[in-house]
T-cell receptor, first 111, second 115 residues
């Protein structure tokens, strides 16, 4: 049974800092891993999708890496901005297309 | 191209009632998944529909049921509502079918409150 852990649970940083969010999962037999952003009370916005054959994906100031064998993924946010404040969720996907989510990391970027 | 839409936005029901939530998938997507997200938790998979057939179900009782229509839109039905059913219900669609190697796109959710 896939279990997903995200560390830290919460993070508060001043604007401009580079930061790393961590995601670990117990079952390495995944097809892909997605990172999402969720604003309070809202739906999920897909940030990055990494296929199991890939090591990393980049979009703007975001870079996600995947180490499937060790069951780890990281989301790197460069030059953080107050608008980055949200909860970030990772979700490995298996062969059924079902996503298993961690509890997320709640990020606050202070101006 | 329209994104995933859900209706209604908010809903208040009383214990024991029944509710139907609706989801329109993104254009060109044939797979719809439903998730329940309790406050402060990550979303939990309820079930998935692919070409009008249920394909995979999470750890939810039979009073949670669904449908997918020929246009790939979907409904989630919950019977005999319980207080613990209060949550944000999220719908996600993708184009890659049962072995989804494609991005899943989420709707804005329906906030259900059971009193």
């Amino acid at each position: 049974k896939q279990e997903v852990t995200q560390i830290p649970a919460a993070l508060s940083v001043p604007e401009g800092e580079n930061l790393v969010l961590n995601c670990s999962f117990t079952d390495s037999a995944i097809y892909n891993l997605q990172w999402f952003r969720q604003d309070p009370g809202k739906g999920l916005t897909s940030l990055l999708l990494i296929q199991s054959s890939q090591r990393e994906q980049t979009s703007g100031r975001l870079n996600a890496s995947l180490d499937k064998s060790s069951g780890r993924s990281t989301l790197y946010i460069a030059a953080s901005q107050p608008g980055d404040s949200a909860t970030y969720l990772c979700a490995p996907g298996g062969n059924t297309g079902k996503l298993i989510f961690g509890q997320g990391t709640t990020l606050q970027v202070k101006p | 191209e329209t994104g995933v839409t859900q209706s209604p936005t908010h809903l208040i029901k009383t214990r024991g009632q029944q509710v139907t939530l609706r989801c329109s998938s993104q254009s060109g997507h044939n797979t719809v998944s439903w998730y329940q997200q309790a406050l402060g938790q990550g979303p939990q998979f309820i079930f998935q529909y692919y070409r009008e057939e249920e394909n995979g179900r999470g750890n939810f009782p039979p009073r949670f049921s669904g449908l997918q229509f020929p246009n790939y839109s979907s409904e989630l039905n919950v019977n005999a509502l319980e207080l613990d059913d209060s949550a944000l219900y999220l719908c996600a669609s993708s184009a890659a079918g049962v072995r989804s190697t494609d991005t899943q796109y989420f709707g804005p959710g329906t906030r259900l409150t059971v009193l």
